[in-house]
């Protein structure tokens, strides 16, 4: 029996991306999608999110709407890099039906943690609010979730964040939540900017989506993640952070890890959100999270542009 799957978005762009490539990919067997506060407000999230399943053709995989805001600080999305709709305007045609009433997400992820102990991996993408506020109601999803794979962070590059010199955004969004993950127990792997900044893709791989069913929205949603990044980083295209994500519980050869303790910071003004790794075991304290010391991007974005292009 395949592993089941709940993906938490806060699409957002590359959110976008990377639920197509899980569900294009055949290898991902979801049981549904939830929805966070992050990239843009959560009933944005929740439309944009149900537009990309309806440009998909999979309106049948239900959307579980979550946390509409951090814990306790106030939220700050990311308008700049996905656009004032969130996914650069690309679906303003898709038209869609009333939103079924379903349940809070952070219940989802209880019942289905309960109902497939040890055989359930959540893939988290955007702030990780609604896992927090799970494992605060039943700590007991700990021992029954197998692997929780979390884009976030940045561990070995200091002064090389998005959101901060030193923090990546989607923990700076809600680094409360993430303290309370990162102590919870769980089998933690965190997909951070030290691998996700190496999987780019530009015009070129774009273009070899030209006539296949995924073209024009890849190249349009993409124009504003790929315009900030051309002034911000100086290349024309756009990091993959939450496909590679999906492609590490696709395919774990694409990513070395390696487990020390990581903690992150709450406090300072300076380095709120900060992911700080002990690699030297100062702190003396047991691991509890895989990081990412290496990816083989190539073979990962040539396999996410073959998944996008043999799409029907
Ligand atoms: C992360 O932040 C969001 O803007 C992206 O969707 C991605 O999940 C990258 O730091
Ligand atoms: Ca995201």
Same mark, same amino acid.
């Given at each position: 029996m395949m592993t089941k799957v709940i993906l938490d978005v806060d699409t957002g762009i590359d959110d976008a991306l990377a639920i197509i490539y899980g569900i294009e990919s055949k290898k991902v067997d979801l049981v549904g999608i939830t929805t966070v506060n992050g990239n843009v407000p959560l009933h944005m999230v929740n439309k944009n999110t149900r537009k990309v399943l309806q440009l998909i053709g999979r309106t049948d995989i239900q959307v579980y709407p979550g946390a509409d805001r951090p814990l306790l600080r106030e939220p700050e999305h990311e308008?700049? /890099?996905?656009g004032t709709d969130g996914?650069? =305007? #690309?679906? $303003?045609d898709v038209h869609l039906e009333e939103a079924e009433d379903n349940m809070f997400a952070p219940d989802f992820i209880i019942e289905q943690a309960k109902k497939y102990k040890g055989d359930l991996t959540v893939i988290l993408v955007g702030p990780v609010t609604n896992l927090a506020l799970a494992l605060r109601k039943e700590p007991k999803i700990a021992e029954w979730i197998k692997e929780v794979i979390i884009m976030g962070g940045l561990v070995?590059? #200091?002064? *090389?964040? =998005? *959101?901060l010199p030193n923090s990546e955004f989607n923990i700076f969004a809600d680094a409360e939540s993430a303290a309370i993950v990162f102590h919870s127990g769980l089998e933690v792997t965190l997909v951070s900017l $030290? /691998?996700?900044?190496?999987?780019f893709m530009n015009l070129e791989h774009i273009e070899k989506? *030209?006539?296949? *069913?995924?073209y024009d929205f890849v190249l349009n949603s993409t124009e504003v993640f790929r315009g900030f990044s051309q002034k911000?980083?100086?290349?024309?295209?756009? #990091?993959l952070h939450d496909p590679l994500t999906v492609g590490y519980f696709i395919d774990p050869s694409y990513i070395k890890t390696e487990k020390y303790f990581v903690d992150v910071e709450t /406090?300072?003004?300076?380095?709120?959100g900060q992911t700080i790794c002990d690699f030297r075991n100062i702190w003396e304290k047991e691991p509890n999270v895989n990081i990412? /010391? $290496?990816? $083989?991007a190539e073979r990962f974005v040539n396999d996410f542009i073959e998944t996008l292009k043999q799409a029907k």
């Amino acid at each position: 029996m395949m592993t089941k799957v709940i993906l938490d978005v806060d699409t957002g762009i590359d959110d976008a991306l990377a639920i197509i490539y899980g569900i294009e990919s055949k290898k991902v067997d979801l049981v549904g999608i939830t929805t966070v506060n992050g990239n843009v407000p959560l009933h944005m999230v929740n439309k944009n999110t149900r537009k990309v399943l309806q440009l998909i053709g999979r309106t049948d995989i239900q959307v579980y709407p979550g946390a509409d805001r951090p814990l306790l600080r106030e939220p700050e999305h990311e308008y700049r /890099v996905h656009g004032t709709d969130g996914i650069g =305007n #690309a679906l $303003d045609d898709v038209h869609l039906e009333e939103a079924e009433d379903n349940m809070f997400a952070p219940d989802f992820i209880i019942e289905q943690a309960k109902k497939y102990k040890g055989d359930l991996t959540v893939i988290l993408v955007g702030p990780v609010t609604n896992l927090a506020l799970a494992l605060r109601k039943e700590p007991k999803i700990a021992e029954w979730i197998k692997e929780v794979i979390i884009m976030g962070g940045l561990v070995s590059e #200091a002064g *090389k964040g =998005n *959101k901060l010199p030193n923090s990546e955004f989607n923990i700076f969004a809600d680094a409360e939540s993430a303290a309370i993950v990162f102590h919870s127990g769980l089998e933690v792997t965190l997909v951070s900017l $030290d /691998v996700t900044m190496k999987t780019f893709m530009n015009l070129e791989h774009i273009e070899k989506l *030209k006539g296949t *069913k995924y073209y024009d929205f890849v190249l349009n949603s993409t124009e504003v993640f790929r315009g900030f990044s051309q002034k911000r980083y100086k290349k024309n295209g756009c #990091a993959l952070h939450d496909p590679l994500t999906v492609g590490y519980f696709i395919d774990p050869s694409y990513i070395k890890t390696e487990k020390y303790f990581v903690d992150v910071e709450t /406090v300072s003004p300076l380095g709120y959100g900060q992911t700080i790794c002990d690699f030297r075991n100062i702190w003396e304290k047991e691991p509890n999270v895989n990081i990412c /010391v $290496d990816v $083989d991007a190539e073979r990962f974005v040539n396999d996410f542009i073959e998944t996008l292009k043999q799409a029907k």
